[in-house]
C-alpha cells in the first residue's frame, strides 16, 4: 500500500462497533491473503481504537467460522495490528452465509462487546470475499442489515455483482464493491477512508493545488478566490458498454465513474452530469439536468446494467452530440461542456466525424482507453492537445491510478487573467500509447482543464 493514504494523525471518527468478515477459503492463495491482512491493518489507521472509541472484531470463515478476536479483546490499535498478523489461513471453503449469521447473532452482542443499542453506536461488518457462497447469503444477510448492522461487501476478482448486492447495505454505490483482484483492493483505502473520516481534508494526501474542501463522504478541489469565475459545468460521460468488456469489468467502470463524480461540486448552480451507454445501440442512462446532487448520480451510475454487445462508438459521439448537449436535456448556456468517452477497443463505425463536430461546437473531449482501445481512434476523440486529453491504460488494473490522478488534480473553473496561468502549471508526462505503459498526462484534467481556457 502506499503511504500516502496513511497518516500519523488519524481522522477524528465517531465512536463505531466494527467488525470484519474475512473470507479465508482455498481459492485465495497465501500472497493474496496477506494482501488481505495488509488492508485490515491500513484501514484501520483511520479508526481511533479503545473501549470508548471504536471497538474492532475479525472473524475469518472457511467452510467453518473461526473468531479471531471480539469486539471487547483488545482496548489499543497495535495488539489489533498484531492479532490481524497472526492470523493463519484456513484455505477450506466458502460458507459465507454461515459468517454472516454468527456476525448477526453473536459478534454484535453485548456479550462480545458491543455497545447496548440505546447508545447508537454505529454497527458496521466489512465482508471481503473472493468467490460464490456455497450456503446461501440472501435471507440472513438481509436479516443482519433490519437488525441494524451496515453491510460493506467487497468483492475480489469472479465475484457475482447480484450475490455482493444481496449481503450489501443500501444504497450499493456506498455500500458494494469489486476489484479486480487482490492488488486492487488497496485502493479502496482511500474509499472507505472517506466514510470513515470526518475531516478528509486533514487526513489524506489530497494534493489538491489551491483548497481542500471535505464533503460529507469525500472532498473537492476548489482554486483559490481571484482564479476562477465560474465552478462549474455540463459533464456527460460515454461509456463502452460492449462484449469485450465484460460484466466484471462493467462493474469497475462504474466505480470509476462514480470515482469522478466523488470530485466534482455538483449542485442546482453547480456541475451537472449526463450519462449514455453504448454498444449495438446508444442508451441516454441520465441526462444532464436529471440530478443535481452527487449522490442521485452515484446511485444511477450503479443502477446502470451492461449492455454487453457491439461497439458503436461513432453513434454514442453522434448521440451525444446531437442530444445530450441540448437545451432539451439539461444544458445550460455558456457553461463549460465536457465530455468523457471511456472505451476498451476499436469501434465499429468511424468516430472521426462526430469527434470532430463535438470538439468544433466548444465540447471539450477527454477520451480513456483501456487495453485494445486503438490509438488512432482515441486520438481522433480527443481535443487537442492530445497529451492533456488522453488517457491509456494497458489494463482495468491500472485504473485505479487514472482515478487517481484525475480525483486528486481538479482544480474548479475558469482563469481570469493570464497572469495567473504560472501559479497552476503542473509537472507533465508525455503520452506513450507504443509502449502500454499507463498515461497519466500532464494531469491537468477534466474541470481543471477549464482552468487554462
Known sequence: ITNSFITENPCKAVPLDFYFVIDSSRSIRPNDYEKVKTFIINLIQFLKIGPDATRVGLLQ?????????????????????????????????????????????????????????NLHIPRIAMIVTDGRPQDTVEEVAAQARQAGIQIFAIGVGRVDMNTL???????????????????????????????????????????????????????????????????????????????????????????????????????????????????????????????TTAQGVKQAVSRMQYMGRGSMTGSALRHMFEFSFSAKEGARPNIPRVSVVFTDGRSQDDVSEWATKAKNSGITMYVLGIGKAIEQELREIASEPDEKHLYYAED??????????????????????????????RTTQQTDLNKNQITNSPLETLESQLVHK
Open 61 to 117: 470463515y472457511g467452510s467453518v467460522v473461526q473468531p479471531e478476536f471480539s469486539l471487547k479483546t483488545y482496548n489499543n490499535k497495535a495488539e489489533v495490528e498484531q492479532a490481524v498478523r497472526n492470523m493463519e489461513h484456513l484455505a477450506t471453503g466458502t460458507m459465507t452465509g454461515l459468517a454472516i449469521q454468527y456476525t448477526m447473532e453473536t459478534a454484535f452482542t453485548e456479550e462480545e462487546g458491543a455497545r447496548p443499542a
Open 165 to 291: 448486492k444481496a449481503i450489501g447495505s443500501e444504497p450499493h454505490s456506498e455500500h458494494v464493491h469489486l476489484v479486480a483482484n487482490f492488488s486492487q483492493i488497496e485502493t479502496l483505502i482511500s474509499v472507505f477512508q472517506s466514510k470513515l473520516c470526518l475531516d478528509l481534508c486533514q487526513t489524506v494526501d489530497h494534493r489538491c493545488e489551491h483548497q481542500c474542501v471535505s464533503t460529507t463522504d469525500s472532498y473537492i478541489c476548489r482554486c483559490f478566490e481571484g482564479f476562477l469565475y465560474k465552478t462549474f459545468m455540463d459533464l456527460v460521460f460515454v461509456i463502452d458498454g460492449s462484449k469485450s468488456l465484460g460484466p466484471t469489468n462493467f462493474e469497475l467502470v462504474k466505480q470509476f465513474v462514480n470515482g469522478i463524480v466523488d470530485s466534482l461540486d455538483i449542485s442546482k448552480k453547480g456541475t451537472h452530469v449526463g450519462l449514455l451507454q453504448y454498444s449495438t445501440k446508444v442508451r441516454t442512462e441520465f441526462t444532464l439536468g436529471q440530478y
Open 396 to 425: 482495468f488494473e491500472k485504473m485505479g491510478e487514472i482515478t487517481k490522478k484525475l480525483k486528486s488534480r481538479i482544480c474548479t473553473g475558469t482563469q481570469l487573467t493570464p497572469s495567473n496561468k504560472k501559479s497552476v502549471t
